[in-house]
């Protein structure tokens, strides 16, 4: 992050979006009283578990309050607005975004500015105008709202409008703020509507992506970005923006020490990438398809609203464990397969750009798992309610001995 001195204006640079602030912007936000859009707080404190809760609860107040983009200014004083400056400054834009992408839902798109006012700094959280009204607080269940200065429930009006001006929740079509049209991929998108019986160029192109949800025109910037479904299947370069897509694999069977892979890419990448670093891992009479089936299924069903956690392959002598976030949404087994499957947008690009026809026989995973499998033991099938996860866990490669 590079800013200048608060002289005309502040430019705060990051990878994919160029924020600028004037200070005329900033000095008007702190004359206005509090609002539905606008918060003024001394400092906030993220080490306890109540001031997260807090915080979460506050955005999500304002992310479903009328009037376009909010803010949160913190290390201003709410009544006389005064620029009091915070001295320490221990938390980051990373931080805050896990805290409110794990406890709201979907996801509300922010961004933190840390400038100087007066020879102090202040930090700004922007809450930008997002598309999946209304947002709901995960832990209890509420949708917030900003009535004035104070943040409350909200009414049963209030969610039948929010619902009906927004009745497609999909969290595969948030925008992904900070991200742009050169994040994506021609190749894969020319590949994509060439499936589909269209010719991509020039002329439609916009128009295209934006007709698919690929992109979204951010209102108040008037400037395209990516949607979180489009980066994920569309952009190799996409963990600039979500960084949690990724797979992290754990080796355990060497000796003394745990080797540690991270894949990443666009989703098709990252599958191929698995199943090339599977196949010099494991064992070649492992039944290695068993784990690739595990694996193509956490990449297409995982929560990708849940922004602090990555799919995990563990590999050990005992059991090869395939981890994913986000519980299933029924139940807390899967015998019955009797589960809402997520990412059905990204579900369908997938299959019309997977040459290998990998998800052409998708829906029938667990019984194929199990197939695999059965002649070298038992895979077990573990939902966590709890932990937010659905594990697979497969015999380890002592099995062939």
């Known amino acids: 992050m590079l800013k200048t001195k608060f002289g005309h204006r502040i430019i705060i640079y990051r990878v994919g979006v160029v924020i600028i602030m004037h200070k005329k912007k900033l000095l008007s936000l702190i004359k206005r009283p509090e609002g539905t859009k606008l918060d003024f707080k001394l400092k906030i404190d993220l080490e306890t578990e109540s001031g997260r809760k807090e915080l979460a609860k506050d955005i999500c107040a304002i992310a479903n309050s009328k009037g376009g983009r909010g803010y949160l200014i913190i290390g201003v004083e709410d009544k006389k607005r005064t620029v009091e400056g915070i001295e320490e400054i221990n938390f980051t834009e990373e931080q805050i975004q896990q805290i409110i992408s794990s406890r709201c839902e979907p996801p509300i798109p922010i961004s933190l500015e840390i400038l100087e006012c007066e020879n102090k700094r202040i930090a700004v959280i ?5 598309e999946q009204k209304p947002y709901q607080v995960r832990e209890n269940g509420a949708f917030y709202v900003r009535r004035g200065s104070t943040t409350d429930t909200m009414r049963k009006q209030e969610l039948i409008s929010a619902f009906q001006e927004n009745l497609a929740i999909n969290a595969e079509l948030c925008s992904i703020i900070k991200s742009n049209l050169q994040c994506l991929n021609k190749t894969l998108l020319e590949g994509y509507f060439l499936s589909q019986g269209i010719f991509l160029n020039d002329e439609n192109y916009i128009t295209l ?10 209102k108040e910037t008037n400037k395209y970005v990516c949607t979180l479904g489009g980066l994920l299947v569309f952009s190799s370069m996409n963990n600039i923006f ?3 897509n990724m797979i992290r694999v754990i080796n355990k069977i060497n000796k003394g020490i745990d080797e540690v892979n991270i894949i990443q890419g666009d989703l098709l990448q990252i599958l191929d990438k698995s199943e090339e670093l599977l196949g010099k891992v494991l064992p070649k009479d492992y039944p290695i398809e068993a784990v690739n089936e595990a694996v193509k299924n956490a990449v297409l069903y995982r929560d990708y609203t849940v922004f602090d956690k990555e799919i ?20 807390n087994t899967v015998r019955s397969h009797n589960y ?3 990412n059905m947008w990204i579900y369908e690009k997938l299959i019309a750009l997977d040459t290998k026809k990998r998800f052409v026989k998708s829906g029938r995973g667990f019984s194929r798992m199990k197939k695999s499998v059965k002649n070298y033991g038992r895979v077990i099938f573990v939902n966590s309610m709890q932990n937010n996860c659905f594990k697979v866990i497969f015999p380890g490669i002592n099995i062939l001995k």
Request: hydrophobic share 45%; proline share 5%.
């Open 242 to 244: 979500v960084p949690h």
């Open 126 to 130: 922007t809450i930008y105008d997002g």
């Open 340 to 342: 809402i499957r997520r």
């Open 209 to 218: 992506l934006e007709n698919a949800s690929i992109l979204n025109l951010d």
């Open 312 to 331: 995990e392959i563990i590999i050990d002598f005992n059991s090869i464990s395939v981890i994913s976030p986000g519980a299933l949404a029924r139940g």
